[in-house]
Nanobody
Framework: QVQLVESGGGLVQAGGSLRLSCAVS????????MGWFRRAPGKEREIVAA????????YYADSLKGRFTISRDNAKNTVWLQMSTLKPEDTAAYYC?????????????????WGQGTQVTVSS
């Protein structure tokens, strides 16, 4: 059974930081790209960041470059999203996802497994 379990979300003031974690089990983590997506209220799901299987290639949404960092540890079957200088518009449910291939993948259609999400709320 494939499981992707996100953690680390919560309420933070604008300008603050959070680190999201995604623990993966039930699949071969080390040969798959991973991604983080988010969905804000009333908006479509959007890509936040993606990373390839080895962790040496990444993709970021243009609007988030410089504030968010994706990383992974294949020995721990875990991917992280470090978020800094958070803004109220970053408020959303954040989801990690496992790609069908080595990544990094920008499109949600390239991802076959999804977590349940963790809520991030940034207050002004």
């Amino acid at each position: 059974q494939v499981q992707l379990v996100e953690s680390g979300g919560g309420l933070v003031q604008a300008g603050g930081s959070l680190r999201l974690s995604c623990a993966v089990s039930g699949l071969t983590f080390s040969n798959r790209g991973m991604g983080w997506f988010r969905r804000a209220p009333g908006k479509e799901r959007e890509i936040v960041a993606a990373i390839n299987w080895a962790g040496d290639r990444t993709y970021y949404a243009d609007s988030l470059k410089g504030r968010f960092t994706i990383s992974r540890d294949n020995a721990k079957n875990t991917v992280w999203l470090q978020m800094s200088t958070l803004k109220p518009e970053d408020t959303a449910a954040y989801y990690c996802a496992a790609s069908r291939n080595i990544g990094p993948n920008e499109s949600s259609q390239d991802y076959s497994f999804w977590g349940q999400g963790t809520q991030v709320t940034v207050s002004s």
